[in-house]
C-alpha cells in the first residue's frame, strides 16, 4: 500500500455505514468494494523465471515456511492489495 | 501477512474501498466483517472484536531477498514493471491521499521505517539508521529483539531475542567471511536467515521472526500514533 497512506486521488464516495461513533470519524469511503481486485487463484514462478521481470530494488514481502519460501511483489500488491493464498498447506492472506 | 483461519473457519478477503487511519480496510467475503490491513483487527461486522493471526513476513528488496532465499518462489506477475505509486514514493513533499502533514518532526514524513509491533507497544526502526548499525538490540513492548543487517545485499531482518525463559544478547561475527549471530550467554550461532542456532549448546532452538512493516514515517506515525522511534544515538554502546 505503498507505506500506507495511499496517494491515488480519489473522491469519496459516501459515509453512509452503520458503524459506532468512534469508527465513523475514522473509516472513510473512498471506492466501491473490490474496485482493486483481490489475487484468489495465486500461481507461481521460480526465481530464474521471476527474475527476468523483478527490479533488484523492488520491494517484495516474504514468507519463510520449513520447505518453501514464498515472495510477493509489492508494485504487483499495489493493484491488487491482497493475496489470498494457501502456504505449507495454511491458508493465509498477503496483504500491502 | 495473516493466517485466514478464524475460530475453525477459513476466510476469504477482498478490498473495502474504504480507509481506517489511511490504511486499507479488507472486508471477508464469508461474513463481510470489516477488517484493518495495518494490523488484522475487526473494525465492524459480525465477527467484530476477532484479531487475525499475524504471520511474520520480511519486507525486502527483490534482490536481498533471493541472496537470502535463492530456491524461493514468487507470485507470477502480469506486467506490473513499476510501482503504481512510482512517482509518489519518490516524492518527499507527498504524503498521502487526502494530502496528510507530517503530525510528528521526530523523522521526516517520508522516511522509510520498519515498524514493529511486539506486546501492542509500536516502534519505528529507520532502516537506513539500523543498516548503519547493523545489529540492533533493543526491547519492544517488554520483549527483547534483534534487527540484524549485515551487509546490503541482505534484507533487514527481525527477531525476538527471548527462547524460553532466556533473553539473549547476540554478537554479529563472520569467521568464514559469511555473517551469523553469536549469543553471548551460550556462544552458540544462529543461521540469521532462519533465526535457528545451528551449533553450540543451543542447537536447535529458534528465535521468534518478528513481522517488520516497510513503512513511510507519517503513515505509521498516523496509524499507531503512540509508536516510539529508535534512535541509534541512545545505544551507542549495546554493539
Known amino acids: 500500500m ?20 468512534q469508527d465513523a470519524e475514522r473509516i472513510e469511503v473512498v471506492l466501491p468494494r473490490d474496485a482493486i481486485p483481490s489475487i484468489d487463484d495465486p500461481a507461481f514462478d521460480e526465481a530464474d523465471t521471476a527474475g527476468r521481470v523483478m527490479a533488484d530494488n523492488e520491494l517484495v514481502i516474504g514468507i519463510v515456511g520449513a520447505n518453501e519460501q514464498r515472495a ?3 508494485w504487483q500488491l499495489d493493484r491488487h492489495e491482497i493475496v489470498n493464498d494457501v502456504f505449507e498447506g495454511r491458508p493465509i492472506a498477503v496483504t500491502w | 501477512m495473516y493466517a485466514r483461519e478464524v475460530e475453525g473457519r477459513t476466510l476469504t478477503f477482498g478490498v473495502s474501498g474504504m480507509l481506517f487511519r489511511d490504511g486499507l480496510v479488507m472486508y471477508d467475503r464469508q461474513t463481510e466483517t470489516l477488517w484493518t490491513q495495518v494490523d488484522g483487527r475487526s473494525v465492524n461486522g459480525p465477527l467484530r ?14 534482490k536481498q531477498w533471493r541472496t537470502l532465499h535463492p530456491t524461493t518462489r514468487v507470485l507470477r506477475k502480469g506486467g506490473e514493471f513499476r510501482s503504481a505509486y512510482d512517482d509518489y514514493n519518490r516524492n518527499p513533499a507527498r504524503l498521502g491521499i487526502m494530502g496528510r502533514r507530517n503530525a510528528d518532526n521526530r523523522l521526516p514524513g517520508k522516511e522509510r521505517v520498519l515498524g514493529l ?10 532502516i537506513a539508521a539500523v543498516r548503519d548499525a547493523r545489529l540492533v538490540q533493543t526491547d519492544v513492548g517488554g520483549t527483547p529483539v534483534l534487527l540484524v543487517a549485515p551487509s546490503p545485499d541482505l534484507p533487514v531482518l527481525a527477531y525476538e531475542r527471548r527462547v524460553g525463559s532466556r533473553d539473549l544478547t547476540f554478537r554479529l561475527e563472520s569467521p568464514d567471511g559469511r555473517p551469523v549471530l553469536r549469543d ?10 532462519t533465526g535457528r542456532a545451528s551449533a553450540g549448546s543451543m542447537t536447535g532452538a529458534q528465535l521468534n521472526p518478528s513481522s517488520a512493516y516497510s513503512a513511510f514515517w507519517f503513515g505509521w506515525r498516523g496509524y499507531f500514533p503512540t509508536t516510539g522511534v529508535w534512535q541509534a544515538s541512545a545505544r551507542p554502546a549495546r554493539e
Open chain 1, 2 to 21: 505503498a507505506g500506507f497512506g495511499l496517494p491515488v486521488t480519489i473522491i469519496v464516495l459516501s459515509v453512509g455505514l452503520s458503524l459506532t461513533a
Open chain 1, 72 to 74: 510477493y511483489s509489492t
Open chain 2, 49 to 62: 472484536g476477532r484479531q487475525l493471526r499475524i504471520l511474520p513476513a520480511v519486507h525486502a528488496m527483490w
Open chain 2, 184 to 193: 553471548v550467554e551460550t556462544g552458540s550461532t544462529w543461521d540469521m536467515s
Open chain 2, 117 to 126: 509491533r511486539v506486546g501492542g507497544a509500536a516502534m519505528a526502526f529507520p
